[in-house]
Every structure is written in structure tokens, then in C-alpha cells.
């Protein structure tokens, strides 16, 4: 997808939320800083933006901060842009990872993969690896990710479960980095958040300011 991970990445488009019978558009700007911060800013009449960085998270709805738990900010990292993610898991020697299987996705052949953080390093947050588990669906031809699920949850015990899925679509090619120009989410199965991206750039000089975590 690129022959490095950008310093920063800022993408600009449209956006559409559906949260039952209420469909709103809008504009988006998706952000990332190195392979630990990422915002996403929805801009709708009932729109949010989320934050996270290095291992923490805050929501802004309606000029409200909400601090978000240790347990929901683990699966809160944006994977609009999955390269970060990826590369995050690559590089950190905690990280576990499996190889599930050679499935079909859309008509695709991909392999799908499982990753974690086991904090094996640091014994005080072992509590968190079960809240990174992240499951992977890569095109086995073209080698794109086309997939990407995580479960939310905002605690342990009884806390509800969240399913989310971002699929990908729509590859091209920006100053010789990849990036998916169609990224459609869903919650619990059903469509949530769909991004049209229009505009890409990078190693624009973005810094900690942007990505402020309350």
C-alpha cells in the first residue's frame, strides 16, 4: 500500500450516517499521526468526532467531551485508513496474530487474519488484550485489506457488545501510497457510516494539537 507509513494523513469527503428511520449527510475529515493518533470528524446535524491517542479516547457530540473507558478506547483507533493499524501490529513486540483461513469476501478470495495486543510487557494492562482482538480480510490477489471487524465493549462483565465492520473499496493511488476512496461501515450488521472520499494528502505537518483526547 505504500512504501512507508506516512508521518500524518489528512482525507476530506462526504459522509452518510443512518441510525434507524434518520438518514443525514454531511462532510467528513479523517486524520492520522503516525501508527497511535486518529480523529474522525463527522460533520451532520447529529454528527461526532472521535479521537484517539496513544492507547486513549474522547468523543465530541454536540460540544460535550465524553472521556471514553480503557476497555472502549482499545477498539476506538480509527481503521478508516488501515495502514496505521497495520503497521501498529507489525511493529509492536506485544502484538499476537493468527492466521484464520482463505475465505470469500464480495466475490474476493482474501485471508483472514486475527490480531491482539497481549501487553505482555506491561502485566497492569493485560486486562485490556481481549478488548484489541481484530479480525483482518485481505485480497489475496491485490494484497488490500477489505475488511477490518472489531467488538466494542465500554467494560467487562454484562457490558453490551458492539460489533463494527469496515469494509473498503476504491483504492487509489496518492503520492504512491494507496488509500481505500470508499470506506462503508456497519453496527451490529447493519449500515451505520458510509465515507466518499474526494481528497488525500500527507506529511502535512500535523502535530499532537490535532488530535486532542480529553
Known amino acids: 500500500m505504500g512504501g512507508s507509513v506516512p508521518s500524518d494523513s489528512t482525507a476530506n469527503g462526504t459522509v452518510t450516517t443512518v441510525a434507524g428511520s434518520l438518514t443525514e449527510t454531511g462532510s467528513a475529515v479523517i486524520l492520522t499521526k503516525g501508527t497511535s ?3 474522525e470528524q463527522i460533520q451532520t446535524p447529529h454528527g461526532f468526532t472521535l479521537v484517539y491517542a496513544n492507547g486513549q479516547a474522547s468523543q465530541v457530540i454536540n ?3 465524553t472521556t471514553l473507558s480503557s476497555e472502549l478506547a482499545s477498539s476506538s483507533r480509527s481503521v478508516a485508513y488501515p495502514v496505521p493499524l497495520i503497521a501498529a501490529v507489525l511493529n509492536n513486540p506485544d502484538s499476537g496474530y493468527v492466521y ?10 482474501v485471508h483472514h487474519l486475527q490480531c491482539w495486543n497481549s501487553f505482555n510487557s506491561q502485566p497492569r494492562f493485560q486486562f485490556l488484550a481481549p478488548f484489541t482482538l481484530t479480525d483482518i480480510w485481505i485480497d489475496a490477489a491485490s494484497g488490500l485489506p477489505q475488511r477490518i471487524s472489531q467488538v466494542q465493549k465500554a467494560g467487562r462483565g454484562s457490558e453490551p457488545r458492539l460489533k463494527i465492520d469496515v ?10 501510497v494507496l488509500y481505500p476512496f ?3 461501515k ?7 457510516i458510509t465515507f466518499i472520499i474526494t481528497s488525500v494528502t500527507f506529511d502535512t505537518g500535523l502535530t499532537d494539537a490535532n488530535f486532542p483526547v480529553q
Do not use: D, H, M, R
Open 100 to 109: 484464520l483461513a482463505l475465505e470469500s469476501l464480495n466475490g474476493l478470495q
Open 37 to 39: 493518533q486518529t480523529s
Open 186 to 192: 456497519s453496527l451490529n450488521g447493519s449500515p451505520w
Open 182 to 184: 470508499l470506506i462503508q
Open 63 to 65: 460540544s460535550v467531551v
Open 167 to 176: 469494509y473498503f473499496s476504491n483504492y487509489q493511488k496518492v503520492s504512491g
